[in-house]
């Protein structure tokens, strides 16, 4: 955490399943900072790259945070801080846990850092699907959580497996690559509970 204490300011934090350039789960940690101001939003990163398609995020987030705490946030200054290990990540999957860290800053609630979440962030509070869904799982499963929540109709998720099929034409052999689809059920495969949440409010 690179914040200089604010006496004026609260702070929040949460874990962040993520994945990285190589389709790798990852868990980063979201600092957020709410303080008595004039509606500035800040953003204190290590990597640009990995904020370059975040910033609607972060938008609608506060969008979302203001209409579900009743606040102007016209009179508070957002700061969000990011930690990741790894060079580039996506960003709007982490659109709901953005939301989230927000509303508890200002609220001055504590998270339960037993719980991660993965889901885009609409303007009407409600989640939006993302993609890699088991290796956030496993991600979250591999820094200590016990429930992972994910956008509805995400607790299973469809992959494909290449399989290379030959068959014999006349005196030669011919081989095609086929995608063969696979049903994952992500919370068998990751070893973690898995809950469907269809927006903010039921999520927190």
């Known amino acids: 955490n690179n914040f200089m204490i604010d006496k004026e300011a609260i702070y929040s934090f949460i874990n962040i399943p993520a994945v990285d350039q190589n389709n790798k789960g990852v868990s980063t940690v979201l600092y957020v900072e709410a303080k008595p101001g ?20 972060i938008r609608i987030a506060k969008e979302v945070a203001q209409n579900y705490t009743g606040l102007d946030l016209s009179k508070y200054d957002l700061r969000y801080s990011i930690k990741a290990n790894a060079t580039l990540v996506g960003g709007p999957s982490a659109g709901s846990a953005i939301a989230i860290a927000t509303i508890a800053a200002l609220e001055n609630k504590t998270l339960n850092p037993d719980v991660m979440i993965t889901g885009t962030i609409n303007h009407d509070g409600t989640f939006g699907l993302v993609g890699a869904i088991t290796e956030k799982a496993i991600a979250s499963k591999e820094i200590g959580a016990e429930l992972f929540l994910v956008p509805l109709l995400e607790s299973r998720e469809v992959t494909y497996e290449e399989r290379r099929y030959c068959r014999t034409l006349g005196l030669g052999e011919f081989c095609t690559i086929e995608q063969i689809p696979v049903n994952i059920n992500v919370q068998e495969k990751a070893g973690i509970e898995v809950r469907e949440v269809e927006n903010i409010k039921e999520a927190l």
């Open 38 to 57: 004039t509606g500035k939003v800040l953003i204190d990163i290590d990597s640009l790259l990995f904020w370059a398609d975040t910033q609607d995020s």
